[in-house]
């Protein structure tokens, strides 16, 4: 399981190696908002996105055999990146599954770091079965996206930055917004803030029709989306909340916010005005919570979780502005 | 005169106004170019680029009298913005020259923090008499964009966190590429260079056609530019180098490199697909040079220095994807 202790110990082996990334906020963002946005830049991160954080914290902990037969893992791509990235430095040989319809930046990245890329198609076919296959026939450590202890806690570094940094920004009490698939992210972070900064409350984001985790944190039970496809915020499609990290969530997060594509857009727009940071969709709704949802607090973080869109994708951001 | 004991002043004075910047680096950034290439992201300061380093050490050192009558400034938009934010954190009244070319994003935020812009034509008015009558009239304290000791010292504080930042990243010798108008952000870090990594080397980048600094470097001489429009890097088309910073480059520099608008658009795409950060053509030069110059050793750094740009001028970076 997941704890402090676990969290703690992932810092000190990615110290070094993963981007203790910086917290900003914009004057001009504020005063649009009408409230205090503080945005912890994960796009920074060393592979455009919080995932490096759990890819290392998984691949650091693996025994020297396990590490030299390889790992293999399923991602739309920012868990892809990040595991690739730990992979390669460790030197462990490392197959990743990824949707063909992911974005194709996110695969021709994933190869550049040396991974060898399986592709899929996510509407008909069942990535875990056919993880948990591969992995078998290599004799390869299935490293999950969200729902294994190691990754739970290198995403929980980003929680013990943030408690850091709100106290040196004079910050005592907040909600912290965080994009949420299955949960992995929100719940390390969660688990960091528990301990570190108890008066800052976290509360998933995620996109409309895709609200699994805030529906679940309502109902007390784990519900499911009725799709994986059928938003532009690729990275955050998660079947349902995990195993592990509901019940996290279902401990320690506030109400989950919803937010519409359109609102991530903007987001990704009012990123790039007044934040100088690219996002993208799925890495852009809690700052779109941040901006426009109507309950909460003076003062809000919001986790920009990812930055790793198609300019394609980045040009509709732009279109707000037309 | 500049000197390190006013740098590091300044650096005392904006400590908790102004941002740390991260330096930046990414492995496919990397192998595209062939050499180890660092970037330090102002475009990730406060209000979007290093110039709000010299407003605050120029704006945090007048006398109060002065302070409470007002500054006055002219720029393109970056100057603007640093010093109308600065004037607004001291209470200064703040009135800002700006040529009625700029981009609309800057004019817009120049306004926004409480500045009173007066638009001037580049083509066929001269700035600085213009500035100086206005100065005059109203007894505004002028903070010049580059040759200014005050201002000098607060963008060299820029260079003090590139030496720390090279020794966390156990960099000891590199070529330190920045974007260069006046002169004010290349002479500022080659101060500060000097004293606290003497290995790192300052070489100014700069536009096709508007390569005074570079031409001045080799002549020794102050060489004017034939025109100051004309190049999509408006920040950074100024006359001729500075009268304070030239003699200070003219020591410490190395060749200055010179780059053409395409090759600023395609490092802005780069950044934009490698870093997630959003430059704007004239504080992208720099890493152009560190991209696609064939002069370089094996690590540079490259100072990111603004991201002020306008979407539609976004769109032509992103177009180099197509």
Not at 64 to 77: K, N
Not at 214 to 218: G, K, M, P, T
Not at 263 to 266: C, G, H, I, K, V
Not at 295 to 298: G, I, N, R
């Given at each position: 399981m997941t704890d402090i202790a676990l969290i703690e110990a992932a810092a000190r082996r990615l110290s070094g190696h993963v981007r203790r990334t910086p917290l900003l906020n914009a004057p001009l963002l504020d005063r649009l908002a009408g409230r205090r946005i503080f945005v912890k830049a994960e796009c920074l991160q060393v592979t455009g996105s919080f995932k490096a954080r759990g890819g290392w914290s998984a691949v650091s902990a693996l025994s020297?055999?396990?590490?030299?037969?390889?790992?293999?893992?399923?991602?739309?791509?920012n868990h892809a990146q990040g595991v690739a990235?730990?992979?390669?430095?460790h030197g462990a040989p490392c197959v990743i599954l990824m949707p063909s319809n992911a974005p194709a930046v996110k695969i021709a990245n994933t190869r550049a770091y040396g991974a060898e890329v399986v592709l899929y198609d996510r509407a008909t076919e069942d990535r875990d079965a056919l993880g948990a296959r591969l992995a078998e026939g290599r004799e390869l450590t299935l490293i999950k996206p969200y729902d294994d202890p190691q990754v739970i806690a290198g995403q929980g570094t980003v929680g013990l930055e943030i408690a850091e940094q709100v106290a040196e920004a004079g910050v005592t009490a907040a909600d912290v917004l965080v994009c949420c698939g299955g949960g992995g992210l929100s719940s390390g972070v969660a688990l960091s803030l528990e301990v570190h900064a108890p008066r800052l409350r976290v509360r998933t984001a995620e996109p409309q029709d895709f609200d699994d985790m805030?529906?679940?944190?309502?109902s007390?039970?784990?519900e499911?989306?009725?799709s994986t496809t059928g938003s532009i915020c690729d990275a955050i499609l998660t079947p349902s909340p995990g195993e592990l990290t509901f019940p996290i969530l279902s401990r320690l997060a506030g109400p989950g916010a919803v937010v519409t594509d359109d609102?991530?857009?903007?987001a990704m727009a009012l990123a790039f005005m007044h934040l100088r940071i690219v996002l993208e969709p799925g890495g852009a709704v809690a700052l779109a919570a941040a901006l426009f949802a109507d309950?909460?607090?003076?003062t809000v973080i919001a986790v920009a979780s990812g930055g790793n869109v198609d300019?394609?994708?980045?040009?509709?951001a732009l279109d707000c502005f037309a």
């Open positions: 020297p055999d396990a590490r030299a037969r390889g790992v293999i893992a399923y991602s739309s791509g990235y730990a992979a390669a430095a805030a529906r679940s944190l309502i007390g039970t784990r499911r989306n009725a609102r991530a857009l903007q309950d909460l607090p003076d300019p394609e994708t980045f040009a509709l």
